[in-house]
C-alpha cells in the first residue's frame, strides 16, 4: 500500500475514531461506575477470593481508610520472613518460592531436591524451537517472550489439556523455561538489531533460574555469587502480588474462558509489558536520569524540591505528572518489597562506586510525598514502591534495560501460575461483568445519502 494514502486516510479518520471513542466522564458517576475497578477513596472493588498473595497497604475503620505499614504474604507466610529464611541458611530461595506458590505449603528437603531436578530437566528448548526463534526476533523482549509461549504450545504433547494435573505440568515447564526463551530472546534482539555476535549457552542442569539467566545473558556465561544471589532475591520479591493485580487478574479472566494455559499467559505477558503495570522499573531510571541532568546539586533538598514539583505539575520529564517508583494502589506507608531492595542497594553502592546518586535516589524517596502533597493538594499517603531501586539494583549488577520487564515475567510467572491453577480448582463461571451502552440511538443512513 502506498504511503502517503495511508497516512491520508489516518490523518483524516483518526479524529472521528477520538471523538466515537471518547466517553463523557459525567456518565461514569451517573451510573456509579467504579473505574478501573477502584473505589471513590482508592481501594479496589472486591471481585474475586485468593488464598495465594495478601497484599496489604491499609485498614478500614469506620468506613475510613487508614494507612499502614505494608505487607506482603505468600500463602500466609510473611515474605520478610522468607526471604530472611533462605538468606540466613545461605541458599537460593526461587525454586523453593515456585513450590510454595503452586503447591501451598513449603517443601521439604527431598520434595526441593525432586522439584529442583524436575524443573531441571524442563528447561532446556528444543533445537528446532531455538532454530525457528532465533529467525524470528523482536525489539521488544516481552513481544518475543509472548510469542514464545504460543509457539510452546506446538511442542505440548497435550496442549489442550484441562485437568489440573495436565495445567500444573504445562506451569511448571514454563516457570522452568522463562528463563531460557527470555535469554535467546535477547540475544536474537542484540544480534539482529544492535549488530552484536550471536552467543547462545545452554542452560547447566546444575544451576538454578538465578544462575541460568545470569549466564545465558553474558557472552562469557560469567556472574559472581553476590550477582546470584540477588538476581534470585528479585525473583523471589516480584513473585506473586495477590489477584487484582492486572496481569493476574488477566490470569484468571482468560483461564475462566477454559482456554488453554499457553493463551492465558501469553495475555498475562501483554498486561505486565505496559508501562502502567512492569515497565515502571525503567521509567523509574529514565526519570532519575532526568532528575540529575536537571539538578545541580543532588545534595540541595530544596532544588531537588522545585524540580519534583515541575514533573508533578507535568512542566518536566515526560509532562505525564508522575513521579515513578513513587506510590501504589494498595500500599501507603511502605511497600516491603521496596524495603528489601533498599537493603540490597545499601550493600551495593560502596562496592560498585554508586554512593553519589543513591543519595540522589533516597533524597527523591523522602522529598516526594511532601512535593505531592503540596502541589495535588491531596493527603493521600505514598512511599517508594518495588520500581523505585529494582531497577537501580539491576543497573549496578550491569543488566541491560531491555530486560528489567522481562525478569519481571521471568518471577511473575509463578504468581501467574497459581493463580491459574486456583481459577482451574476453583472458578468455574466465566468472568463477565457488565458494561451499560451511553450511545444515543441513530438511524441508518444509505450510502447515497450520507
Not at 497484599?55 to 505499614?69: C, F, N, T
Not at 515497565?279 to 539538578?295: L, Q, Y
Not at 516526594?368 to 491531596?378: I, L
Amino acid at each position: 500500500m502506498d504511503y502517503e494514502f495511508e497516512k491520508q486516510f489516518l490523518d483524516k479518520n483518526a479524529k472521528y475514531a477520538k471523538s466515537a471513542n471518547k466517553i463523557d466522564l459525567k456518565h461514569y458517576e451517573n451510573y456509579n461506575v467504579k473505574r478501573g475497578l477502584r473505589n471513590s477513596d482508592g481501594t479496589g472493588v472486591l471481585v474475586g477470593l485468593t488464598e495465594i498473595g495478601d497484599v496489604h497497604g491499609y485498614i478500614v475503620d469506620e468506613k475510613e481508610k487508614v494507612p499502614v505499614e505494608g505487607s506482603l504474604k505468600y500463602r500466609g507466610i510473611d515474605l520478610l520472613d522468607l526471604c530472611s529464611g533462605f538468606l540466613k541458611e545461605k541458599r537460593f530461595g526461587f525454586e523453593e518460592t515456585v513450590y510454595l506458590l503452586l503447591f501451598g505449603k513449603l517443601p521439604d528437603k527431598d520434595n526441593l531436591s525432586n522439584f529442583k531436578q524436575i524443573m531441571s530437566s524442563y528447561r532446556d528448548l528444543p533445537s528446532e524451537y531455538k532454530e525457528i526463534s532465533m529467525k524470528a526476533p523482536s525489539r521488544n523482549i516481552m513481544n518475543k517472550l509472548a510469542r514464545s509461549v504460543l509457539f510452546a504450545y506446538s511442542y505440548d504433547r497435550n496442549p489442550e489439556g484441562r485437568t489440573l494435573k495436565t495445567i500444573l505440568r504445562q506451569c511448571i515447564e514454563l516457570v522452568a523455561k522463562f528463563p531460557v526463551m527470555i535469554a535467546y530472546g535477547y540475544q536474537a534482539k542484540i544480534h539482529n538489531f544492535d549488530n552484536q555476535s550471536l552467543v547462545i549457552h545452554r542452560p547447566d542442569e546444575n544451576m538454578g533460574t538465578a544462575e541460568n539467566f545470569l549466564r545465558l545473558i553474558r557472552p562469557d556465561g560469567a556472574f559472581s555469587e553476590v550477582e546470584a544471589e540477588i538476581l534470585d532475591l528479585a525473583l523471589v520479591v516480584h513473585a506473586e502480588h495477590g489477584g487484582g493485580n492486572n496481569s493476574s487478574f488477566t490470569t484468571h479472566v482468560v483461564m475462566s474462558s477454559d482456554t488453554d494455559i499457553y493463551s492465558a499467559i501469553a495475555a498475562a505477558i501483554g498486561s505486565l509489558k505496559g508501562l502502567k503495570h512492569g515497565g515502571a522499573n525503567i521509567r523509574v531510571i529514565e526519570m532519575m536520569e532526568d532528575i540529575s541532568r536537571n539538578v545541580s546539586n543532588w545534595t540541595d533538598e530544596k532544588e531537588i524540591e522545585e524540580y519534583l514539583a515541575r514533573i508533578i505539575r507535568k512542566q518536566a520529564f515526560d509532562r505525564t505528572g508522575l513521579v515513578y517508583g513513587m506510590g501504589h494502589a494498595v500500599y501507603t506507608k511502605s511497600d516491603p518489597r521496596a524495603e528489601i531492595f533498599k537493603k540490597k542497594v545499601e550493600e551495593l553502592v560502596s562496592e560498585k562506586g554508586y554512593e553519589r546518586e543513591f543519595e540522589l535516589y533516597k533524597n527523591v524517596e523522602k522529598i516526594t510525598p511532601q512535593v505531592f502533597a503540596d502541589v495535588k493538594k491531596s493527603d493521600k499517603v505514598i512511599s517508594a514502591n518495588v520500581d523505585f531501586y529494582s531497577g537501580f539494583v539491576y543497573k549496578i549488577l550491569g543488566i541491560p534495560t531491555d530486560l528489567y520487564t522481562p525478569m519481571f515475567a521471568m518471577a511473575r510467572i509463578a504468581g501467574w501460575s497459581a493463580h491459574a491453577l486456583e481459577e482451574i480448582a476453583s472458578g468455574g463461571r466465566i468472568i463477565r461483568p457488565a458494561y451499560k451502552s451511553v450511545a444515543k440511538r441513530k438511524p441508518y443512513i444509505p450510502l447515497d445519502e450520507r
